[in-house]
């Protein structure tokens, strides 16, 4: 199928969108942490019914130990480090700055690969990231109206956990994509990532003495535990798998641009859902974000 891999990783943009919905509802409930521990846990037991469904084993011993150690890295540090340091940037500078600095990711990983994995971009691929990335700063760093959020100070620590976050997504992408290879299933590679993500978490957590105040957090407040769920199948499930099937079947320059595309998607989900209602600059940050887009399918 033509462009499966640009597809793919778009949808995963439209998925990590949708998913913010149940994760802002989840977060000001119980808070990030929590939040973000019982993500990867559910999606943890959902891949593994999906895996079971699919490929009738829960578990994909078959992937063999080198793709079992790039996924498992990547686990680690794009769905443990960098979201941990995604949480962070939101609570120093808030989403619309910490989205910003996530977008940097596509230039992480451009870079990356083209270091150590000698892909390469040609001059419209590279107009095309340019001009994308150019669209979503607009988006996000559109003026919000009078009201709609409070002024945050903008401080160093919450400019570098975002540029932290970004660098771990990238670099999660980077050692996924030597683990895809050979049509390896997306739902088997994301268990993978998420067995990582899960025992990282949650031995932390266990250190911290936080293991059992997640669980009875969630206890208190079984409507978080819903949101949870909803945005761990849209995130850490369905998105995440997409995103594997993207780098497996396009470059990881192209599809980590097309895949930070999540705050454009915002606009819609925002406006309907959250009620909220932003200018011009808004609108037409996302038009020159599309126009990237058409430069790289170009």
Known sequence: MAYIGEIAALFTSFCWAFSAIGFTKSTQQVGSQVTNRVRVFLAMLMLILINVVLYGQPVPLHAGTARWAWLGVSGIIGLSLGDAFLFQAYHEIGPRLGLLLLSLAPVFGATIAWIFFGQSLDLLQIA?????????????????KAGDENVRKVTGRGILFGM?????QATGLVFSQQAMTSNFSPFAGTLIRMFAAVITLWIVAAFQRQAGPTVNAMRKQPAALRWVAFGALFGPVIGVSSSLLAVEHTGIGVASTLMALPPVFMLPISYFVFKERFGWQAVVGTLIAMAGVALLFS
């Open 128 to 144: 095309g990231i340019v001009v994308t990335l150019g669209g979503i700063s607009w988006v996000v760093m559109a003026r919000p």
């Open 164 to 168: 932290l976050a970004a660098l771990g």
